[in-house]
Every structure is written in structure tokens, then in C-alpha cells.
């Protein structure tokens, strides 16, 4: 675990929220330096399994809805269970470069918790069967480890058969 804290003195949005809702989580610092972002390269360094770390992916859909979908770092989203998960005929991947103007998150550090506006968030199901999931916590290099009913009640989520 090169450079993960627990319980940083880091405050960021979601971490805020989650202490307003008086939510138990922990939060960790992760290491930089070597340029590794992507979920599986997080989960190593916050020495998790990649099953229980999760990403936030952003999409949009048909009616041109957008929606939060929450799933572990090393699996891909199904698009037609998302879409179903979200009642849409289709969803698709927004552009990163839209991420930051919709969330308030850039890549990397997209939290499913305090988005600039709430919105339909779906869990992938099997986050159900954990005592704990990290996500991130609203900046690249922190995340936040919760239980994950605890952010389904924060996020105002579903779990859904989304991978």
C-alpha cells in the first residue's frame, strides 16, 4: 500500500456529505507519482480487491437523461442492463470532457457522492454482498471505503444486475 492513509485530514465534497449524513466510511490517499489512475491500478495501491472497488461511470440516455452507474473497477458496464436499470431504450458513455461541467468531478475522481445535481444512481448488485466498497471520494488520488447500503442511502441508489 505505497502512500494510502486512512482517515486523511483531506476534506472534499463528498466527504463532507457523507459525514453530514453521519456515515461511517474511511478515506485513503493513494500515490500519484507513477501516473496509475485506472480502478485496478487503485485497488493494488489501496491494497483492495478489485471487487470491491468501484467506478462511477456517467451516461446518458435516449431522452437525454443522464445517470450514475456504479460498478466494481474491473468489470465493464453492460449497456442494455443499464439501460433497462434506468427504464431508457439505450444509454451511452458521456464524453469525458463533459463530466466535469455535469458532476463537478473531472475523470479519475468522479464520487458517485455530491454531484453538482443528483442524479438516478444504480449499484451493481453484487456490492450487496460486501461489508464494505471503496469509491472514490471526489478527487483523484482519495478514495472513500463505506458500507454500501450506506451509500445507496447517501446516493439515493438502486442495486441493479448492471455488469
Avoid at 12 to 26: K, M, Q, V, Y
Wanted: aromatic fraction near 6%.
Amino acid at each position: 500500500m505505497a502512500n494510502t492513509n486512512a482517515n486523511t485530514n483531506v476534506k472534499t465534497n463528498a466527504l463532507r456529505i457523507l459525514e453530514a449524513a453521519g456515515i461511517s466510511f474511511n478515506a485513503y490517499e493513494y500515490d500519484l507519482s507513477d501516473g496509475k489512475i485506472d480502478g485496478v491500478s487503485v485497488a493494488m495501491k489501496t491494497g483492495r480487491d478489485p471487487d470491491t472497488v468501484f467506478k462511477t461511470l456517467v451516461t446518458s440516455g435516449k431522452d437525454n437523461g443522464f445517470y450514475v452507474f456504479v460498478i466494481p473497477v474491473g468489470r465493464e458496464l453492460d449497456l442494455k442492463k443499464a439501460a433497462a436499470a434506468a427504464g431508457e431504450k439505450y444509454v451511452e458513455m458521456i464524453k469525458s470532457r463533459d463530466l466535469e461541467v455535469l458532476t463537478g468531478y473531472v475523470h479519475g475522481g468522479c464520487s458517485p457522492v455530491g454531484m453538482k445535481k443528483a442524479l438516478p444512481t444504480f449499484i451493481e448488485e453484487t456490492a450487496q454482498t460486501l461489508d464494505c466498497m471503496m469509491v472514490s471520494a471526489g478527487r483523484v488520488g482519495l478514495q472513500a471505503e463505506l458500507a454500501p447500503g450506506d451509500l445507496a442511502t447517501v446516493t439515493d441508489a438502486k442495486f441493479k444486475d448492471l455488469v
